[in-house]
T-cell receptor, first 113, second 111 residues
Framework: DSGVTQTPKHLITATGQRVTLRCSPR?????VYWYQQSLDQGLQFLIQ???????AKGNILERFSAQQFPDLHSELNLSSLELGDSALYFC????????????FGPGTRLTVL | GEDVEQSLFLSVREGDSSVINCTYT??????LYWYKQEPGAGLQLLTY?????DMKQDQRLTVLLNKKDKHLSLRIADTQTGDSAIYFC???????????FGKGTKLSVKP
């Protein structure tokens, strides 16, 4: 158990819909990262937050957005969903200093029908 | 751009050593990582190595880093059936700190 929690574990929805994925980082970690894992693209970095502020952006679509709240949990919002958005979405967190090793949550499997 | 490459499959017999190889492109990566993913599970951090080290050993795991060739390897001694999983090599993405992953090597351990 990495200490990073994600909910829900599974999500099934229809095209055009909007969903919210939630992540709670390890106690003491200030950074939260979101990654998407799909069969064709592999593991892709989406976005990073540090202590409530956006720190870095990767291959995140405009239909996707995220935020980190004062209690440091983070939410990833996916809207106007398409079939191709079906994937595993992982959250990771890291400590504010040192190796900044990222610890991953169990993931949310999103299926868009 | 930044890229991490790994072979996709490796098959070994139980008790043998497994060696999973990886090449990366970003010479500024401070740390390089190995993660393990079992079916239906998340990514488990196995080990990492600081870029100024050549080798790191942690129980059955040995990481070798050749910075000149940008080559990283993970050796698993006495491989067990429980080691069957997908192994990902990752480098830090320049100044951003996010991880750039290879496609993963699927390790199959035959009894």
């Amino acid at each position: 158990d990495s200490g990073v929690t994600q909910t829900p574990k599974h999500l099934i929805t229809a095209t055009g819909q909007r969903v919210t994925l939630r992540c709670s980082p390890r106690s003491g970690d200030l950074s939260v990262y979101w990654y998407q894992q799909s069969l064709d693209q592999g593991l892709q970095f989406l976005i990073q937050y540090y202590n409530g502020e956006e720190r870095a952006k990767g291959n995140i679509l405009e239909r996707f957005s995220a935020q980190q709240f004062p209690d440091l949990h983070s939410e990833l919002n996916l809207s106007s969903l398409e079939l191709g958005d079906s994937a595993l979405y992982f959250c990771a967190s890291s400590a504010p200093s040192g190796a900044a090793t990222q610890y991953f949550g169990p993931g949310t499997r999103l299926t868009v029908l | 751009g930044e890229d991490v490459e790994q072979s996709l499959f490796l098959s070994v017999r139980e008790g043998d050593s497994s060696v999973i190889n990886c090449t990366y492109t970003d010479s500024s990566s401070t740390y390089l990582y190995w993660y393990k993913q079992e079916p239906g599970a998340g990514l488990q951090l196995l080990t990492y190595i600081f870029s100024n080290m050549d080798m790191k050993q942690d129980q059955r795991l040995t990481v070798l880093l050749n910075k000149k060739d940008k080559h990283l390897s993970l050796r698993i001694a006495d491989t067990q059936t429980g080691d069957s999983a997908i192994y990902f090599c990752a480098e830090t993405g320049g100044s951003q700190g996010n991880l750039i992953f290879g496609k993963g090597t699927k390790l199959s351990v035959k009894p």
